[in-house]
């Protein structure tokens, strides 16, 4: 019949400072069971005169039992830095870590019994015959490190994919915020074709010949209602230079008008011509406004489309760095487990 061997796991969070916490895991066996002694974790003396300095180095194994010292008064007397205890401390940076190391303990020790119960039955002899044990099993060491390292690596990869996605999300942000801005030019323009134009430049198209106060007016209003828009016109480009300049442009369309409204005295050989070059080049503008608006407001649509997809896709990606992250911290957690002392970096 087999014996029961009893652990203990003591788990609780621990506060270095008011910023920084660490979980500790304080793990001890409380019988023995079929072990030779209750014993089982290999510690290394760092200070001979500080025992809190000890450091926790591995679950032991068959030899580790049969050779090591079961306290450290013993160890030191024997000159030796290594000694067994039935305790064992770990600490952790983050609660994932700390609960994937607490499974990976108690998968360790139990590993430990069934390999002293192999070696007591099977192997172990009572004579003055020595047989050499390893004390690690090298393959499955190496099977954890070659696990952690692909996890890392997969985490970089996923790292990597996150920040473009970020990048991308940025870049169609941007792209959009231009296409809305063009769309609010073309439409001050429609705007001002569909009434402006129509009440301050059709009446003065269609006026006396002669020019008189009504016409004066008139030219005077054309101006007042065309100069917000000559002015957005002389700035352009309000958008990257790529999206290029007015046709007609409105800052020369504004000088007609002024043209015009400078030729009082002569109005019928310099004003008249005038004007109808001018309503040539409006009409001109007017048809250009609109097909601009029309393919604004198509390249605004397909921009804004872009952003949704790209904000998807970057959510995408964090969460599945956020899971990259987890698995890494899982199997270097494996890893420390059977080997405190491993150098991820290295």
Known sequence: MTIKTDLLFDAYEYRISDTETTFRIETSIQSK?????????????VTESDPAADVFNRVGSPSDLRTLKISRALAITAGETEYLSNTCTISYPTLE??????????????????????????????????????????????????????????????????????????????????????????????????????????????????????????????????????SLGHSWPPTPAEEGALTPDLHALYHEILAISNSVDTYNNVGAPLATTLDTDFAAFCSAAATNRTAAVTTKAADDLAVANAATAKEEADAELASAILAEAAALAAVKAICPDYDPSA
């Open 33 to 45: 069971g079929e072990l030779p002694q209750e014993n089982i974790f290999v510690n290394t003396i």
């Open 97 to 230: 870590v700390a609960i994937a190391a607490k499974a990976t303990i108690s998968s360790r020790v139990n590993e430990c019994i069934n390999l002293w119960i192999s070696y007591r039955d099977s192997f172990m002899d009572d004579g003055l015959v020595v047989h050499p044990f390893p004390t690690v099993d090298a393959s499955y060491e190496q099977g954890l490190k070659d696990a952690y390292t692909g996890a890392k690596s997969y985490r970089v990869t996923k790292e990597t994919a996150a920040t473009a996605a970020a990048s991308a999300l940025t870049l169609a942000t941007t792209d959009a915020a231009n296409a809305a801005a063009l769309v609010a030019i073309y439409t001050v323009q429609t705007d001002f074709c569909t009434k402006d134009r129509i009440n301050a430049w059709i009446p003065l198209k269609v006026a006396v010949t002669d020019f008189t106060g009504t016409t004066q007016t008139q030219v005077t209003n054309l101006k007042a209602t065309f100069m917000p828009l000559a």
